[in-house]
């Protein structure tokens, strides 16, 4: 009892205060100020390993500023010459692994007078060790077409440069491969790896001792949440020989958990199956955890388990919509339910409400109006959307989906639109990466309505765009009433994704993200034109595209991008995408439906405009901006750099430019050879990036390069540090 008070005392004497704590830290800040700072470093001669991935595993290091324009630098970095010796140390290590046994590193000091630092490194890789032989051993069980396989794609190919790399890669793969055939218990410690160099070349064996081949035995599935209070089975059944036992009150169709299971009971095990079949049970999104288990080997067989813990079946999710997309902050609010398990085979019902509204009026469309002639409009959004997911239990992956929307929206450019649609949708997932979605059935109803202004902005600002005199009473009224009057868009679409994304391969440099749609619109509604609504409506002719006196649009529509981003160092990036558009009426049709146009300026798209005021062509007018054109095309490139972390996640800056413009098809702002070299617009900007769990926050500042909207539309020389364009978004532009 006596012990603890001598222990404490003990503690005491030997532990520093609090303050001799602090004072030993003040010790070694001025310690690390008193040393040398490295001033700059120069890396020659490398070829093999590109000078960021040597600066990365360098301890010492600059601070270096973006391009050496003093841009986002920190304090100087001391020099510590134990700390720069081991830097050189893992240098020749990496030429070791990546093959270059006799590459030399030198390096040179250079002080000044204060005593800081330059350092030369010099890099002559010389010739890299080549395989001259490979031998495999332990495979006389197997079976020569199995080996024919195996051999197929090794890694190791005779005089392909020696790597501790590649032989690594061959190790993983071999495992991969057996374990793929039935050899369940195949490990590391069954591959036996000997490496004889002798100067430039190296032989190589591999002997590997191989265990008894296995099949799957039988197979359980267990569906448990062990956070709930144990309760008997509610259910057990036996479906196409899987065992299933079912705790708890959510239900589940018996077809799901023989359908996701991609092996069978006395066939050879394969690891390719137990992943394909944990992929099966994540694509259906009615577990929150999935995890296979092998059983004790019996007689050569090995029963597995399959434990599943459910997800919740009910989710509420809100979110805050904040942006500015009309200029001024736009904000509002969304709430979603969703049900996952609707009818116990993973159907997913999902309703959603959302309302935004812009916390001011908007008159930066109606500059050429007097405020006399219309009233300050305030833009909102309000949308109801319900959605049914049925997926294919045969069929991992793909599903059927049913979509209900209805929305209405206040435009500054004094419109009102209503919006009701109905869609079918048939989804599937032709490869890993890709993602194929065909639109069988869409039908959308478009209504607009003016506010008061709407027709003096149409004489002084779009009249002209399509061959309308604002002289020509008539002519205009015939436009508005077009304009204004009800239509409808019968579609077909098909749609095209592919990323690399998710892809782990070690070959994988860059982040490919495609997406490719084209559109149809209007045939079906264009054969019951033709062949079943033949009577005449009052206000139509034969030639007008309607249906029982209703309007309708026939356009073909393509749209597609690629965005590439590569990183160069952990915490620095680059990124680039190229957007083609275009689009043309046909059949009875004259124009395009505005709501369904290319429209340029944003955050995601030429950030030094805002949304819907860039183009066509040179056009100087915001408000026929925000009626979209036919063709787009539009080039970005951004640098980024994380420099901290906010709530664990990186943050940083990007710089970035953009590049392009919208063109009309035919008029004054269509498309030709002269309008793309005259008519471009170019930004350049930078942003912040704050981390949070849902993407970073974007806080983009741009500034016009050429505009070609501008009499004089080169602004470089003209630009101010005030003549910026804000843009704010969540998650990364491309």
Known sequence: MQAWPVALLFLLLV???????????????????????????????????????IREIMSTSTRDSFLGTGLFSGAPRPFKPEDFKKDITLIKKLYTFKGYFFADVDTT????????????????????????????????????????????????????????????????????????????????????????????????????????????GPTKVIVNDPLKQKKPATRTFVRDNVSVTVYGDQKFSPDIFPAAIAWEQGKLTSQSLEQRTLENFGTTNLFSSISVERDTLQAGTIPMTVRLEPAPKHLIEPKLLVDNRYGALFIGGAIAYENRNLFG????????????????ASTSYLSNLTSDQYDKVIPYEFSVK??????????????????????QSQLPILLKSRRELIRGTYSSQPTKNSRLNFD?????????????????????????????????????NRSLDSLLQTRLNQTFRVQYNYSNRHDASYRKKATWNLSVIAEESGGLLWLIDKYIDTSNHTGFTDSDPQIFGTSYNQYLKLDTQVAITKDLSPDRQIAARLALGWMTPYGKADDTP???????????????????????????????????????????????????????QPSGITLFTDAGNIWDRKGPYALTLRSIGRDFAWDWGAGLRLGSPIGPFRFDFAWKIHDPSNPRPWRISHTQLSDFTFNFGIGEAF
Request: hydrophobic content about 35%.
């Open 15 to 53: 532990m520093p205060s609090p303050l001799q704590a602090e004072n030993d830290d003040a010790a070694r800040e001025e310690q690390l100020a008193s040393l040398p700072a490295v001033k700059s470093i120069s890396i020659k001669g490398n070829k093999v390993l590109s000078t960021e991935e």
């Open 109 to 216: 000091l250079v002080r000044n007078k204060r005593g800081d630092v330059k350092i030369d490194i010099r890099i002559k890789e010389n010739q890299p060790t080549r395989i001259d032989s490979i031998r495999y051993s332990g495979l006389e069980s197997v079976s020569e077409e199995l080996q024919k396989r195996y051999f197929r794609r090794s890694r190791l190919k005779p005089q392909r440069i020696f790597s501790v790399e590649t032989l690594i890669e061959e190790r993983d793969r071999s495992l991969d491969f057996f374990r793929d055939y039935g050899y369940t218990f195949f490990n590391p410690d069954s591959i036996h790896i000997t490496v004889d160099t002798l100067g430039l070349n190296a032989g190589i064996h591999f002997a590997m001792s191989l265990p008894e081949r296995n099949a799957y």
């Open 345 to 360: 085979a993973g159907q997913q019902f999902r309703i959603s409400t959302n309302y935004g509204s812009q916390l001011s």
């Open 386 to 407: 319900t959605n049914l997911v049925i997926p294919k239990i045969d069929r991992h992956g793909s599903y059927y989906s049913g979509t209900l929307e209805y929305s």
């Open 440 to 476: 069988f059935f869409e039908l959308e109803i478009v209504s607009k309505d003016s506010l008061r202004g709407f027709e003096q902005l149409f004489k002084t600002d779009l009249a002209e765009r399509i061959n309308i005199d604002p002289t020509d009473a008539v002519a205009v």
């Open 594 to 648: 505005e709501d369904h146009r290319f429209y340029a300026g944003g955050s995601n798209s030429m950030r030094g405009w805002l949304f819907g005021t860039l183009g066509p062509g040179s056009c100087q007018s915001d408000a026929t901006s925000n009626f979209g054109a036919d063709i787009k095309t539009e080039l970005g490139f951004e640098y980024r750099m994380k420099l901290f972390k906010l709530f664990g």
